[in-house]
């Protein structure tokens, strides 16, 4: 089993920042993609970031420019750097991780952006 623990969510103005941070443990062999995903109130969980272990990103259309994954491989941990918040990015964000083709996801951590 591997255990994913995220951390850095919290309440911001808008066009404020945060930073959000997933550490993996627990039975680690090797860890490939990892990701965050995020699921606003009513809303279906979707994809808003990604980053391979040799380091390839992809983004969701609505935090390109705003947001930046990156990840520690030595460290098992993935981060999330975000800018300009907007209320409309308010959710539970979700740290997921893909080690041979099984998925693991975190607990989640609120995000909340005021207008």
């Known amino acids: 089993q591997v255990q994913l623990v995220e951390s850095g969510g919290g309440l911001v103005q808008a066009g404020g920042s945060l930073r959000l941070s997933c550490a993996a443990s627990?039975?680690?062999?090797?860890?490939?993609?990892m990701g965050w995903y995020r699921q606003a109130p009513g809303k279906q969980r979707e994809l808003v970031a990604a980053?391979?272990?040799?380091?390839?990103?992809n983004y969701a259309d609505s935090v390109k420019g705003r947001f930046t994954i990156s990840r520690d491989n030595a460290k098992n941990t993935v981060y999330l750097q975000m800018n300009s918040l907007k209320p409309e990015d308010t959710a539970v964000y979700y740290c997921?991780?893909?080690?041979?083709?099984?998925?693991?996801w975190g607990q989640g951590t609120q995000v909340t952006v005021s207008s």
């Open positions: 627990g039975r680690i062999f090797y860890i490939n993609a």
């Open positions: 997921n991780a893909d080690q041979l083709s099984y998925n693991y």
């Open positions: 980053i391979t272990r040799g380091g390839t990103t």
